[in-house]
């Protein structure tokens, strides 16, 4: 067929080929969520149901895209850490991170009544989003490591702030003013004298972030083994989480992996097991065929 004369343009769009041979990140993060989080009354500092809400959509996106070897989640950002070696979408950078992107923000609205139950979508979420190129593991590691710090001191500080102002009775400005210059070793001291909360005691998923690996765990009941996502909650900083799973940089299948506890929530919907959330997911999705 003849081309038409306007073909010319498809010459104006650029090479967008990622770098062979190095670790993709693509990290999502909401846009204003300071406002969005006001509005949907999320509760202060950490709302469980966000965080299970952003922990349930990242798992769409890895259950989709299966080159992706960790994720790692807090507040409302996530970052997905694709194999070195990918050949994913031939390497085209806009497309890794526009569907990931686009996949990720479609499932945090699709999920949202599951979590949120009868509070209303007031307004549609939106997320940014980059992409980052590692060439070595060294780098990897301290990008994630970067995220988890930024978490703790993140977390540190409005677990405290928020200590001021709803336990305290301080308005907003007189806790900002009284945790200005303050180390952490000070937050964590205004929070055991003045509150009686010791802050390593605080849940680990909003001390650590969400760390999403892949695993195989035997099914409940049965004797069957299957692969999932598993949520951990763990220091990543340090050696032992790169030599408990050695699996991720050395990209091969995920190691079996025990549950001391009953299985989290995130990983009974993945094994079908009914689950309240799992009852409303299949009901969801029926409306939606
Ligand atoms: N109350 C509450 N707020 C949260 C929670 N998770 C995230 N947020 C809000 O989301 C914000 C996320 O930080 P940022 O991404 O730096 O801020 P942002 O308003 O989204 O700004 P941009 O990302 O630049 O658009 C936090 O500062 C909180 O205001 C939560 O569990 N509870
Ligand atoms: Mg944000």
């Not at 802050?199 to 001390?207: G, L, M, Q």
């Amino acid at each position: 067929m003849a081309k038409s004369k306007f073909e010319y343009v498809k010459s104006f769009e650029t090479e967008d080929k990622l770098l062979p041979n190095c670790w993709i990140v693509v990290r999502v993060d909401g846009k204003s969520f300071h406002k969005f989080s006001e509005k949907h009354e999320f509760q202060k500092p950490n709302d469980m149901r966000a965080l299970d809400l952003m922990n349930r959509s990242a798992v769409k996106v890895m259950e989709q895209y299966k080159d992706i070897v960790i994720a790692y989640g807090e507040s409302d950002e996530y970052s997905f850490v694709l194999r070195k070696d990918t050949e994913i979408f031939n390497r085209r950078g806009f497309k890794i991170m526009t569907y990931i992107n686009s996949l990720f923000t479609s499932s945090y609205v699709f999920y949202w009544k599951q979590y949120f139950k009868e509070v209303k979508l007031k307004s549609p979420p939106y997320f940014d989003a980059r992409i980052v190129l590692y060439p070595t593991d060294e780098n990897i590691r301290d990008y994630l490591s970067w995220r988890q710090a930024d978490c703790h001191v993140n977390n540190l500080y409005n677990t405290t702030f928020w200590a001021l102002v709803i336990k305290g009775g301080l308005s907003n400005i007189e806790a900002e003013k009284r945790l200005c210059g303050t180390f952490s070793s000070d937050k964590n001291e205004i929070l055991f004298s003045e509150f009686n909360t010791n802050y390593n005691n605080e849940p680990e998923i909003f001390r650590k972030g969400t760390i999403l690996l892949r695993k195989r765990i035997k099914k409940p009941n049965s004797e069957h083994f299957k692969r999932v996502i598993v949520p951990l909650h763990e220091d990543l900083i340090g050696e032992k989480f790169w030599n408990t799973h050695s699996e991720v940089l050395s990209i091969k299948p995920g190691q079996d992996y025990y549950f001391n506890d009953t299985l989290p929530d995130l990983v009974k919907c993945q094994l079908c097991i009914n689950t309240k959330r799992n009852y409303d997911e299949k009901n969801n999705l029926k409306e939606a065929e």
